[in-house]
């Protein structure tokens, strides 16, 4: 998947990946007619399927837009893998959360798909570098690396830039794991390095199934460079 793909840029979207990204979850509402869906109002004889990243919001609207409404979650992988190609197969826009304004935002599936990935990567920079620690899961012979997606008979190295991300993987292949934080000059200069001697890739934000974006150490390493650089100009 190309983390690097153009797709539209709109404050509200960027809200809604950010939330979706830390809860790993959208919320949902799902009538007699499957999920809830309202006409768009800017492309002609399409409908837009409604999402919200707060359960308030899905409540507040469910009703009013759906015949005997649940809310229910989705999880990130279910959303990735199953819900957003769906829609993409049925020609459906995403409305991320819709409040019945005007002009609420629109995204196509697809589009919001590589969104949450690129985001996934650029959260998990961003914050790594401010509170300059990464965690990992430590198995009993040293990271827990799992067999890569993108490169064939590679492994990778799942890690987040908080403990409680890290601890809700302990599951599956990860389950004998323990989280351990590694300061970000310890990761950067002998993990990556580590990793890329042994032509291993790295998955920030790892989650089962999501098939987020895997990267490469050194690309990986140079992202954190330039954002620990903007952030210094910045401070």
């Known amino acids: ?3 690097h793909a153009p797709v539209p840029s709109n404050a509200a979207i960027d809200r809604f990946i950010r939330r979706v990204l830390d809860t790993e979850a959208v919320w949902t509402v799902a009538g007699e007619e499957g999920l809830a869906r309202v006409a768009s109002p800017t492309a002609k004889a399409r409908m837009v399927t ?3 990243s707060e359960r308030a919001e899905a ?4 009703s009013l837009i759906a015949e005997h409404a649940r809310t229910k979650p ?5 959303l990735l893998n199953e819900v957003l190609p769906k829609l993409t197969a049925l020609n459906r826009i995403v409305g991320p959360d819709w409040g019945a304004e005007p002009f609420e935002p629109e995204i196509e599936p697809g589009d919001l798909a590589r969104r949450l ?3 996934a990567v650029a959260q998990f920079v961003r914050k790594v570098n401010h509170r300059e620690v990464v965690w990992i899961l430590q198995g009993a012979d040293g990271p827990a690396c799992l067999m890569s997606k993108s490169r064939p008979g590679a492994q990778m190295l799942p890690c987040w830039y908080d403990r409680a991300h890290a601890e809700a993987r ?4 990860l389950a004998d794991s323990v989280a351990a934080a590694v300061p970000l000059a ?4 002998r993990t990556l390095l580590w990793l890329g001697e042994s032509g291993q890739l790295l998955a ?3 989650c089962e199934g999501c098939g987020l974006v895997e990267l490469a150490p050194a690309d990986l390493a140079a992202r954190l460079t330039s954002a620990g650089k903007r952030q210094a100009t910045a401070a």
């Open 74 to 78: 989705l999880c990130l992988s279910d």
């Open 50 to 52: 409604l999402f919200w």
């Open 59 to 62: 409540e507040r609207w469910g």
């Open 117 to 119: 990935r690129a985001e």
């Open 204 to 206: 920030p934000g790892y």
């Open 170 to 173: 302990i599951a599956g292949p």
């Open 1 to 3: 998947m190309d983390a």
């Open 186 to 189: 310890t990761f950067r200069e």
